[in-house]
């Protein structure tokens, strides 16, 4: 099933299971603003996520964790004005679902109904399973999110890869099969050793999305500030860079002092 605007085919959660069925991946990027988000989705992308990350990127927090759910439809409201290919999924962020499935469910119904969103993602397994079923019942899609969860970075301690001891990645390969189960329509495999994020992806139904769980999962996600390297000092070895947009902005943005300060700009033909 597709849903139709016009000429453009929508990207829903059927289109998204078909790809991995048929082996096409999917390419996923973060978006928290109507510029971007309209650059991007007419670039093709076919999942846009308005992630938690806006926190860090957009605000300067050290973590994900201040972001509130006020501010993150905020952002999802400027990113669905853009779009009219991508599916736009949003997160719930840190203290929306965590205390029980009723205020889970009514986080995520916020988002739906005052952003405009096609689906939201949560973080966690069996911790939020009462959650997600309930989210699921409501008929909102569910993209789940495993491995390293910035959400919980106090328990963790550090951002170093997960699941690498074999407890771990066992509580990994069940918690991604329950969310397969309840009915999750993607899953996002976050910096786990590539072994497991294949093995994981070849086990399950629903599409696996990665980042930094290196090849063999479905469909890939970046951060888009580290993917246009507008973002300077965050390199680990999973991203490229694909843009050094740190250096040009800068370089226009002297460049632009430059010409205030010298009256080069603007000239005759720039006034009126
Ligand atoms: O918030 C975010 O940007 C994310 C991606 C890294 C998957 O959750």
Same mark, same amino acid.
């Given at each position: 099933?597709?849903?139709?605007?016009?000429?453009?085919? @929508?990207?829903?959660?059927?289109?998204?299971?078909?790809? +991995?069925?048929?082996?096409?991946?999917?390419?996923?990027?973060?978006?928290?603003?109507?510029?971007?988000? @309209?650059? $991007?989705?007419?670039?093709?992308?076919?999942?846009?996520?308005?992630?938690?990350?806006?926190?860090?990127?957009?605000?300067?927090?050290?973590?994900?964790?201040?972001?509130?759910?006020?501010?993150?439809?905020?952002?999802?409201?400027?990113?669905?004005?853009?779009?009219?290919?991508?599916?736009?999924?949003?997160?719930?962020?840190?203290?929306?679902?965590?205390?029980? #499935?009723? /205020?889970?469910?009514?986080?995520?119904? @916020? /988002?739906?109904?005052? #952003?405009?969103?096609?689906?939201?993602?949560?973080?966690?397994?069996?911790?939020?399973?009462?959650?997600?079923?309930?989210?699921?019942?409501?008929?909102?899609?569910?993209?789940?999110?495993?491995?390293?969860?910035?959400?919980?970075?106090? +328990?963790?301690?550090?951002?170093?890869?997960?699941?690498?001891?074999?407890?771990? *990645?066992?509580?990994?390969?069940?918690?991604? &099969?329950?969310?397969?189960? $309840?009915?999750?329509?993607?899953?996002? $495999?976050?910096?786990?050793?590539?072994?497991?994020?294949?093995?994981?992806?070849?086990?399950?139904?629903?599409?696996?999305?990665?980042?930094? *769980?290196?090849?063999?999962?479905?469909?890939?996600?970046?951060?888009?500030?580290?993917?246009?390297? /507008?973002? +300077?000092?965050?390199?680990?070895?999973?991203?490229? &860079?694909?843009?050094?947009?740190?250096?040009?902005?800068?370089?226009?943005?002297?460049?632009? /002092?430059?010409?205030?300060?010298?009256?080069?700009?603007?000239?005759?033909?720039?006034?009126?």
């Amino acid at each position: 099933m597709s849903v139709t605007s016009g000429e453009i085919k @929508r990207v829903t959660t059927h289109v998204i299971q078909a790809m +991995k069925h048929r082996g096409e991946k999917i390419a996923m990027l973060t978006a928290y603003d109507f510029s971007m988000a @309209r650059i $991007l989705d007419e670039a093709g992308i076919d999942i846009l996520l308005v992630g938690d990350s806006a926190s860090n990127v957009m605000a300067g927090h050290e973590t994900t964790l201040p972001i509130t759910l006020d501010q993150m439809i905020y952002h999802a409201q400027s990113v669905v004005r853009a779009v009219h290919r991508a599916m736009v999924v949003v997160d719930l962020p840190f203290g929306s679902y965590q205390s029980n #499935s009723e /205020i889970a469910l009514k986080s995520a119904i @916020r /988002i739906m109904k005052e #952003s405009g969103a096609h689906a939201v993602k949560l973080e966690g397994g069996a911790e939020v399973e009462e959650s997600i079923k309930r989210i699921l019942m409501a008929g909102i899609p569910v993209m789940g999110h495993l491995g390293l969860t910035p959400q919980s970075i106090y +328990k963790f301690g550090t951002y170093t890869v997960r699941a690498r001891e074999e407890a771990e *990645a066992q509580k990994l390969r069940e918690d991604a &099969r329950l969310l397969d189960e $309840l009915g999750c329509f993607a899953l996002v $495999l976050e910096k786990i050793p590539a072994q497991l994020a294949k093995e994981v992806s070849e086990s399950i139904e629903i599409p696996t999305i990665g980042i930094g *769980a290196g090849g063999d999962t479905d469909g890939q996600v970046l951060v888009i500030h580290d993917m246009l390297g /507008i973002t +300077k000092d965050f390199k680990p070895r999973f991203l490229r &860079r694909y843009l050094n947009l740190f250096e040009a902005i800068g370089e226009a943005t002297r460049k632009y /002092i430059e010409d205030v300060k010298s009256r080069d700009f603007p000239n005759e033909s720039e006034q009126y």
